[in-house]
């Protein structure tokens, strides 16, 4: 989830941005925190950062050196009951924001459907870990679904377990996004490692879409081919779409995120890379040691705000580290991991 009501009053700040626009500093830092909600919301709720795969557009895969951890279930519980789920008003005028300033429809299937649509109203349980490989997971779901949340997580297919999944689906987990790198098992093996694969996983979704259907469950299964700027891309997609043609899949091509990583910048088609980053004032992220850190992408918890087993999250949200941290992005801080390790443009690149 995100503070929707934040990301509609700085829209004017981007429009504006986006023609040219330079503005004055402490002007507009001064207006971003008069926007900003003193009730934070929560992004993502990292609840492990184990994974066995090797993704070759991943950090964590040459980069992450913070413990392997699992966030205990107290914890968890903890951050649930400190925030709550956007109100009906709310989400009906998000809803009519979007469909007036983006163009795009409530029952549309994109790339900047989903992050407009799904993202501001979920909680996201992943971070730079594999959810399936928290035990805990499936207490979780019921939890979010019993206190009215919807819940969300990305997770590699290969480590599907059927009946495990099914139990997540009848917890009420409402989205559930399995990424496909390509049809033929050695290249995927080639882009995700050894542990992934095509052929089984496919096997594995066909199985839960045909159990979905019998029982009428609700769970949304998403499906994704990441756009690594391959040669054979636009076709390696197309004959994913043909594998999933009439079922019941909600399926797009996403664009890379941190393509800093790989150093191979070739743009991006989504609305959340194009626009200045909103996250220090509209989100927060927690990982798996119950650490809030600066945002999702902070693979190694470079930068932390807070401790959520010791502090309120309205403590931490409200606090001296992030206020010093929302000015760092108006400051383009030498060295920040913000400024030197992530795509997103950030709001001192437009003020002077």
């Known amino acids: 989830m995100f503070d929707t009501d934040f990301y509609m009053k700085v829209h004017d700040v981007q429009r504006r941005i986006e023609k040219g626009e330079i503005f004055g500093k402490e002007a507009l830092l001064k207006k971003f925190e008069g926007y900003r909600n003193k009730e934070p919301a929560v992004y993502n709720i990292e609840t492990t950062n184990a994974c066995n795969m090797r ?4 950090p964590r895969t040459t980069r992450m050196t913070r413990p392997i951890t699992q966030m205990d279930n107290g914890t968890f519980r903890k951050v649930i009951a400190q925030i ?14 979007v469909k007036k300033n983006y163009g795009i429809e409530e029952n549309e299937m994109s790339e900047n459907h989903f992050f407009l649509y799904i993202i501001p109203n979920v909680i996201q349980l992943h971070g730079y870990g594999d959810p399936l490989l928290d035990r805990n997971l499936g207490d979780y779901l019921k939890l979010l679904s019993e206190k009215g949340f919807y819940s969300y997580f990305s997770c590699n297919p290969a480590n599907i377990d059927i009946e495990k999944t099914v139990e997540m689906f009848k917890n009420g987990l409402d989205y559930i996004k399995y990424s496909l790198e390509s049809v033929d098992d050695a290249k995927h093996k080639q882009i995700r490692g050894n542990a992934s694969n095509f052929s089984a996983s496919y096997e594995k979704i066909l199985k839960l879409l045909e159990i979905k259907k019998e029982q009428g469950l609700k769970t949304t299964i998403i499906i994704t081919m990441i756009d690594l700027n391959r040669p054979s891309q636009k076709e390696d997609f197309e004959l994913l779409k043909k594998a999933f043609e009439g079922k019941d899949v909600y399926i797009y091509l996403k664009s890379e995120d941190q393509q800093w990583y790989r150093k191979d910048f070739h743009g991006t088609k989504s609305v959340h890379w194009s626009e200045i980053c909103k996250h220090p004032w509209m989100s927060m992220t927690i990982k798996s040691d119950g650490m809030a850190a ?10 932390i705000l807070g401790d959520v087993k010791k502090e309120t999250l309205r403590d931490i949200w409200n606090g001296k580290k992030y206020a010093e941290f929302r000015r760092s992005h108006f400051d383009l801080t030498p060295g920040l991991k913000c400024t030197v390790a ?9 003020v002077k």
């Not at 993704?55 to 991943?58: A, H, I, T, W």
């Not at 600066?294 to 930068?303: A, G, K, Q, S």
């Not at 992530?342 to 437009?350: Q, R």
């Open 55 to 58: 993704c070759e557009m991943c």
């Open 84 to 97: 709550k789920p956007h109100s009906k008003e709310k989400w009906a005028e998000w809803v009519k924001f």
């Open 294 to 303: 600066m945002c999702m992408e902070d693979y190694n918890n470079e930068i």
């Open 342 to 350: 992530c795509d997103m443009k950030l709001a001192g690149n437009y």
